[in-house]
């Protein structure tokens, strides 16, 4: 799934590409990705036609075009949905759901929602052009300027659930995915089954560090690319998987100890971690048997 950085990459892309742009006509493909729009595809194509993009704007993994009417596109990209700027020209790809003809940009471009899984999806949020209310309660991000450091961690260190769990609490900080969340723990030499309530300040603090340092590096390499189903507007791929430290490396030495990198189980997911750096917390032990 899209985490924070490889979410900002589209954002930065669609800003650069279509703000100013004014839609000229909508035609949904598929109803399943506008099935939150509550007047169906007919209604999320008439409510948009003719209104002009301000911008491109996100919180946590959610991106929201403001409009000129005070509205917004408010989407989400689910496990595989790609925003992309095509020329008009371009053949339609496999997986294309909605398309925005778009006047007003460079070349006769247009706006493509694709999704091969169809988890992801787009609605109008009325007057969301500057927070989406219907994502209003989800917390700011470590890139977001307005992130308040010193709330997180207090939150963070009255908490008993496992550190990793409240990395991913997006009430409690958003954007941090599952593979991010494994590296800020690696790079902080912490398991994720170590419980919030059992870090010190000092710990906590790191750790948001190195959260948003991993970030930062990712954003850098234009995200991380698994496969063909994340790409940023113009189809490319990230590259920053050949930067991870534990995500997706079971059984590789680890790259400051040379233990073998353990996966378990993690909420229908997978978790990665080193067993000599990461010492799990007495709880998370398995038992000897007599």
């Known amino acids: 799934m899209p985490e924070l950085p490889e979410v900002e990459v589209v954002r930065a892309g669609l800003e650069r590409h279509v703000t100013g742009a004014t839609i000229a006509a909508v035609d949904v493909l598929h ?42 596109i408010l989407g989400h990209l689910g496990m595989s949905g790609q925003m992309l700027v095509q020329p008009v020209a371009a053949p339609a790809e496999r997986h294309l759901r909605v398309r925005f003809a778009l006047t007003g940009t460079e070349h006769g471009r247009e706006l493509r929602f694709v999704d091969q899984r169809m988890f992801g999806g787009l609605s109008v949020s009325l007057g969301g052009a500057d927070l989406p209310p219907e994502i209003a309660h989800i917390a700011r991000d470590p890139l977001d300027p307005e992130f308040d450091d010193d709330a997180f961690v207090a939150r963070l260190r009255k908490r008993t659930s496992g ?52 970030m930062n590096a990712a954003l850098a390499q234009g995200g991380t690319s698994f496969d063909a189903l994340y790409v940023n507007v113009n189809g490319e791929s990230g590259y920053f998987d050949r930067s991870l430290h534990a995500y997706g490396r079971e059984d590789e030495p680890c790259d400051r100890c040379g233990t073998a990198i353990r996966r378990v189980a993690f909420m229908n997911r997978s978790s990665y971690y080193c067993p000599r750096c990461q010492t799990a917390p007495r709880s998370a032990r398995p038992r000897a048997t007599a």
């Open 31 to 72: 109803d399943r990705p506008v099935r939150r729009h509550p007047t169906g595809a007919s209604g999320f194509a008439a409510a948009l036609t003719g209104r002009r993009i301000e911008g491109a704007r996100r919180r946590g993994k959610y991106l929201w075009l403001p409009l000129d009417d005070g509205n917004a």
């Open 163 to 214: 550190v990793k769990r409240l990395l991913l609490d997006q009430g409690l900080i958003s954007g941090v995915g599952n593979i991010y969340a494994d590296e800020s723990l690696w790079r902080a030499r912490l398991h994720g089954e170590r419980p919030g309530n059992r870090l010190t300040r000092a710990q906590a603090v790191e750790l948001l560090g190195h959260a948003r340092d991993v």
